[in-house]
């Protein structure tokens, strides 16, 4: 149903290196999202955006960057992992307040 | 601001008897919308039902309904008939017309049993 994908699906990797975590939609949606998630626990918002060339911070302050140069591309880069960065990464859209927001299956990062 | 609250940790329930799953919200913002997720052990997010601030009556889909108080701020999901395959985490979730943000609670974790 959901035309939105992650890639990696799962990530190892050593401390200190940079990593990007690819999201994509094809539904033309203008709102996308980024959520942190450890196993079993609460989702937390770490990026937003409404459009191209808008992002905005989340409520759980959060080392990582994020870009929105085209509709349908919202990467999360980290310039520098770090073992407390090891977690489940979900990015969601929508099409209006109204509307569900659609999952991609998430990216599994450990840092090691 | 905007804040989602689940009490309820984890809930157990016999197969084909209901479940009832609470949920209360705070916000300022007169319109809002308020939705339920179930997420398998895999992970992935299932949308289940969703309700809007201005709806009279209470949503529902399938075995999933909505109990939705506005003056309690309370957003309960009912789940009928349960099966072992509802066994799952199932956050609920709201977003302000506003803000925009789609914010969650912190999950309550079902188990179903034979």
């Known amino acids: 149903e959901a035309d939105i994908y992650q890639t990696p699906r799962y990530l190892v990797i050593g401390t200190g290196k940079k990593i990007t975590l690819e999201c994509s939609q094809t539904?033309?949606?203008?709102?996308m999202y980024w959520y942190q998630q450890d196993p079993g626990m609460e989702l937390h918002l770490i990026h937003y955006s409404y459009g191209v060339n808008s992002t905005e911070k989340g409520d759980l302050s959060s080392e990582s960057t994020v870009s929105r140069i085209r509709t349908e591309h919202f990467p999360l880069t980290l310039e520098s992992a770090r073992p407390s960065h090891t977690s489940q990464y979900l990015c969601?859209?929508?099409?209006?307040?109204?509307?569900?927001?659609?999952f991609g299956p998430g990216t599994r990062l450990t840092v090691l | 601001a905007q804040k989602i609250t689940q009490t309820q940790p984890g809930m157990f329930v016999q197969e084909k008897e209901a479940v009832t799953l609470d949920c209360t919200y705070d916000?300022?913002?007169?319109?809002?919308?308020l939705f339920w997720y179930k997420q398998p052990s895999s992970g992935e997010m299932i949308f289940l039902i969703y309700?809007?601030?201005?709806?009279?009556q209470n949503a529902t889909e399938g075995r999933y309904s909505l109990n939705f108080q506005k003056a309690r701020k309370s957003a309960n999901l009912v789940i009928s008939a349960s099966q072992l395959g509802d066994s799952a985490m199932y956050f609920c979730a709201m977003r302000e017309v506003q803000a925009d943000k789609l914010i969650f609670g912190t999950g309550t974790r079902l188990q179903v049993f034979p």
């Open positions: 916000t300022s913002d007169p319109s809002y919308g």
């Open positions: 309700q809007g601030s201005y709806d009279q």
């Open positions: 969601a859209s929508s099409e209006g307040h109204r509307l569900k927001a659609y």
């Open positions: 539904m033309g949606h203008d709102k």
